[in-house]
């Protein structure tokens, strides 16, 4: 998140980061030449960074936590539990705040293409995905390309084409990113269920399948994923 909306520094954060470099997996030589970092932090967030991972990735706009609001969203920061922090945090997204470009079906095609583009490669395969009014929630399994480069590339494709679709230029996206590292099987479908859900659970539309911006559309009576290659 970038520093007009969250606080830049977390000063628990290295500690967490070193700690979890001592008993977690650790990237080879190779590994790091290709850009796996392992566990790290940009400033604010953790993250993990491997191949052969599915991960829960949520990004967002630039405004979706207003400065001017801050009194509204800062205290939900303190939250200790990690888990609930984010619970809180993204309730309060799904309100809608800023001036949430997703909304536009233009723009939100734009997003959802960017996230498709590679489905077809090697790289990394889309398992999940909703376009939101002010963020994006996306469950990928990534093969031999880092989640950071992957992440990039959709901010970096669809916030040009995005400005230029809206008339503007400056920032699109919040620097940062949210990831969750899925565990097992299980917790991959509670995943997949809380990111399709998230249009119902926003009170956006009355089924998942209703919101067009999201996989759960692409989806057959038997629930598996159709892309078109």
Not at 84 to 107: H, N, Q, V
């Amino acid at each position: 998140m970038d520093e007009t909306s969250l606080p830049p520094t977390n000063p628990g954060l290295l500690q967490l980061i070193r700690q979890k470099r001592e008993w977690h997996w650790k990237p080879s030589v190779a590994e790091r030449k290709a850009g796996f970092r392992g566990w790290h932090q940009r400033g604010y967030l953790p993250h993990f960074d491997a191949p052969n991972v599915t991960q829960l990735i949520t990004f967002l706009l630039h405004d979706s936590f207003p400065p001017r609001r801050r009194a509204e969203w800062e205290p939900l920061l303190s939250e200790a539990d990690h888990s609930e922090r984010r619970r809180k945090l993204e309730t309060w997204l799904d309100r809608g705040c800023g001036e949430c470009w997703l909304r536009e079906p233009a723009i939100a095609a734009i997003v959802e293409n960017a996230i498709l583009a590679g489905a077809a490669s090697t790289h990394y395969q889309p398992l999940a995905w909703v376009v939101m009014p002010n963020h994006v929630h996306v469950v990928i399994h990534i093969t031999d390309v880092p989640m950071t480069k992957i992440i990039k590339t959709w901010k970096g494709s669809s916030a040009t084409t995005a400005n230029r679709r809206l008339l503007r230029a400056g920032s699109f996206w919040q620097e940062d990113y949210y990831d969750t590292l899925i565990r097992d099987e299980s917790h991959l479908q509670k995943a997949v269920r809380y990111v399709e859900a998230n249009p119902v659970k926003a009170n956006l539309v009355k089924t998942s399948q209703d919101w067009a911006w999201s996989s759960a559309r692409n989806r057959d009576e038997f629930g598996r994923l159709q892309l078109e290659h």
